[in-house]
């Protein structure tokens, strides 16, 4: 059980620490992209993405979750074959799948623009995307693997090569194809994409060389396609749960561009401005958000494991530690993140993207952001409960929601509605989320330690807004008075986490003997 334990928080800080490292990495890439191509080029990018998901998902048909589960029991069994088989019949389906669905689409490309894209100019951005869909679904069957043998470092390295690939790769093209246009030059970053994917999926396939399983005698790929039909059955009884949700966010991903630009035109908004505003809001906004939700990502991916041991074990105590410790984090990790993105959006988009005006989204959205790093925790515990069903339900009823909120918002107020409608989706999915799990097994939480940083977060802002004003004030450039008020702030906030005692969470939940 010790063992367990210790595997469970190994693999969340080796996967916490690659994040990081990808999150600045991928940020530095996305700093040098929008201020290269403006607003207008991310809003090419950011419609012309979301296709690639959509067909990612249906090739992978929910298999990497499910892999990673096989193969963990077949090697705990000692089932060398059983391992093998399974790589190769998710190997053999993805690999048709994706081959088959890529060459769908780039036949017809042009038919999907015509629909999908609101800016033809997206069709080469389009165009240059397409081909990663055979690449990622392939990495992904081997990172299944891997992340069923535990062996969480070699997927870290993988995702921190793939990442540090991009940006050099961002930098050579995005540079090269810059004079022929705006339209070209984000295909270029594109392209960028497909091109660290392959280098990342090499990395793996020679991995899986060294360290994988070696080919059994008499193992042919003709012998494990004809004896792998209940092997595919096992796969899809637990992939094809997971597919739907994927499916329906992909959708939805590919048809927010059109849905937010239609809102702005209703608005008033013209074609050029509203591609413009959607930059702003999916290329600068997003990314300042999303930034500090890693940990909450590594943990959530460690802990669907964890709580389903914990349910099949009947153990309702060790359950509700783990929930508690993972909503904990989201708590610690979201606090400091909503006061920094609400007291410094505007000086932050300024100092990282030129784009004051971003400051406002960014200003509306940190709020109401802030039940978003409870969200993956959340869904995490309801896969490891076995309730993928809920997860489903909940999101479908949230995108519908998020989608009419954009919408009536969008074509009322314009950009500032539509950040309103997102904030009101994320709000809504995390306490469906919460209410299932609430029915399910039940939360039992204090509500002392969130009134506590909640007094911490408002003492942060108080001195952080102060500290910022003052340091303006004595002429200090921009870069040191928001980074000076910044860490200001983020001392003021864990010495009140210490005087209050908020960081003593840990040790009272070792009072139950459960392992950390």
Not at 142 to 171: N, P, W
Not at 198 to 219: N, R, T
Not at 334 to 343: M, S
Not at 441 to 455: N, T
């Amino acid at each position: 059980m010790v063992q367990q334990g210790q595997s469970f928080m190994r693999g969340t800080l080796v996967l916490s620490v690659a994040a990081f490292i990808n999150r600045i990495l991928g940020f530095i890439s996305g700093m040098y992209i929008a201020r290269v191509l403006g607003a207008e080029g991310i809003g090419l990018l950011m419609m012309a993405h979301p296709l690639v998901p959509l067909v990612i998902t249906i090739t992978e048909l929910g298999l990497p979750v499910a892999i990673s589960k096989l193969v963990a029991e077949a090697h705990a069994r000692g089932e060398r074959l059983k391992v093998r088989r399974i790589l190769h019949v998710s190997l053999a389906v993805t690999g048709i799948l994706s081959i088959a669905l890529t060459f769908i689409s780039l036949l017809g490309s042009e038919w999907i623009a015509s629909i999908l894209l609101s800016d033809q100019r997206a069709y080469y951005a389009m165009l240059a995307i397409t081909p990663i869909a055979p690449i990622v679904a392939v990495s992904a069957v081997l990172k299944g693997y891997f992340r069923g043998m535990q062996q969480m470092k070699t997927i870290a390295t993988s995702d921190v090569l793939e990442h540090t690939v991009q940006i050099a790769c961002v930098l050579a093209l995005v540079h090269l194809l810059l004079p022929f246009g705006i339209a070209y030059a984000a295909a270029g970053a594109m392209a960028a994409s497909v091109v660290s994917e392959a280098i990342s999926l090499l990395f793996l396939v020679v991995s899986y060389k060294l360290y994988g399983e070696s080919k059994m005698p008499g193992e042919t790929w003709a012998s494990h396609m004809k004896q792998g039909r209940s092997t595919l059955g096992e796969l899809l009884q637990i992939g094809l749960p997971t597919t739907g949700h994927g499916v329906i966010h992909s959708l939805y991903s590919t048809f927010q561009p059109l849905l937010i630009t239609s809102s702005l035109a209703l608005a008033g908004i013209g074609t050029v401005l509203a591609t413009k505003q959607f930059g702003l809001l999916a290329g600068y906004v997003f990314p300042l958000l999303f930034m500090p939700s890693f940990i909450t990502q590594s943990l959530s991916t460690a802990l669907i494991p964890a709580i389903g041991e914990a349910a099949a074990n009947k153990n309702s105590l060790l359950m509700h530690v783990r929930m508690n410790q993972a909503l904990s984090l989201g708590l610690l990790i979201g606090a400091p993140a909503t006061v920094i993105l609400f007291e410094w959006a505007t000086p932050l988009t300024t100092l990282v993207y030129n784009a004051p005006e971003a400051g406002l989204l960014l200003k509306i959205l940190a709020p109401l952001f802030f039940l978003h790093y409870f969200d993956a925790p959340l869904h995490a515990i309801l896969l490891g409960l076995g309730r993928a069903k809920a997860t489903l339900w909940n999101y479908v009823a949230a995108t519908i929601f998020k989608a009419v909120s954009i919408f009536v918002f969008g074509s009322q107020f314009g950009i500032t509605g539509i950040a309103y409608g997102i904030g009101i989706g994320i709000v809504m999915q995390t306490l469906l989320n919460f209410l299932s799990i609430s029915g399910s097994i039940g939360i039992y939480w204090s509500i002392r330690p969130y009134i506590k940083v909640g007094i911490c977060m408002m003492l942060m802002a108080i001195c952080g807004h102060w500290a910022y004003n003052y340091l303006t004030v004595q002429g200090l450039p921009l870069l040191w008075s928001v980074i000076v008020s910044i860490v200001w702030s983020l001392l003021i906030y864990f010495i009140t986490l210490v005087l209050t005692g908020a960081l003593n969470w840990k040790s009272k939940l070792r009072r139950f003997s459960i392992p950390w």
